[in-house]
């Protein structure tokens, strides 16, 4: 199976700060790597897909990039509305696995 | 607009059995395939299963390979998960989740409380 590592865990940021979440797996999963924000209480959403690509709708605070099996959502200018846990998943192979999550918290 | 709706949780005992559904709307379901994933309270998010558009591939996570089976009825827009000799680290929110291609898990539905507990 692919394990999907996330960092950090947990982070403490301010409204208007820009805010990097990192992912790596554990082998070639060909950009086959979205992003997910969920909010306490409330289901999953897709932010980004294809490593790098917005999903519809979603706003370009949020981007994803890559480099080999390395990822990075970046979450520019910090709004309220974004304190919430983003999960990062591959899936090039079954079975698709998640990173274990960022609790992005107020500071 | 996409609508997932899952329902059928509930409290079950150990040992027991469950079915859950999910109701689509809002797309051609014949056309997309489908997933379960789950969330142990307190936890992470957990891929349990995959269908494809005409249930000809499936997959499981290793964790309910053959005590779960997914299955779809395209002609009622509807999704399924069986879910058998079920355990109390089976306890979990339950969601189904449309998935693309190239998109990955695209939507997702506001899911369903499953609780293994005697």
């Known amino acids: 199976d692919i394990q999907m590592t996330q960092s950090p865990s947990s982070l403490s940021a301010s409204v208007g700060d820009r805010v990097t979440i990192t992912c790596r797996a554990s082998?070639?999963?060909?950009?086959?790597l979205a992003w997910f924000q969920q909010r306490p209480g409330k289901a999953p959403k897709s932010l980004i897909y294809a490593a790098s690509s917005l999903q519809s709708g979603v706003p370009s605070k949020f981007s994803g990039s890559a480099s080999g099996t390395d990822f990075t959502l970046t979450i520019s200018s910090l709004q309220p509305e974004d304190f919430a846990t983003y999960y990062c998943?591959?899936?090039?192979?079954?079975?698709?696995?998640f990173g274990q999550g960022t609790k992005v918290e107020i500071k | 607009e996409v609508q997932l709706v899952e329902s059928g949780g509930g409290l079950v005992q150990p040992g027991g059995s469950l079915r859950l559904s999910c109701a689509a709307s809002?797309?051609?379901?014949?056309?997309?395939?489908m997933n379960w994933v789950r969330q142990a309270p307190g936890k992470g998010l957990e891929w349990v299963s995959y269908i494809s558009s005409s249930s000809s591939t499936i997959y499981y996570a290793d964790s309910v390979k053959g005590r779960f089976t997914i299955s779809r009825d395209n002609a009622k827009d509807s999704l399924y998960l069986q879910m058998n000799s079920l355990r109390g680290e089976d306890t979990a929110v339950y969601y189904c989740?449309?998935?693309?291609?190239?998109?990955?898990?695209?939507?997702w539905g506001q899911g369903t409380l499953v609780t293994v507990s005697s």
């Open positions: 989740a449309r998935a693309d291609y190239y998109q990955g898990l695209e939507d």
């Open positions: 809002g797309f051609t379901f014949s056309s997309y395939s």
């Open positions: 082998q070639d999963i060909r950009n086959f």
């Open positions: 998943q591959q899936y090039n192979s079954f079975p698709w696995t």
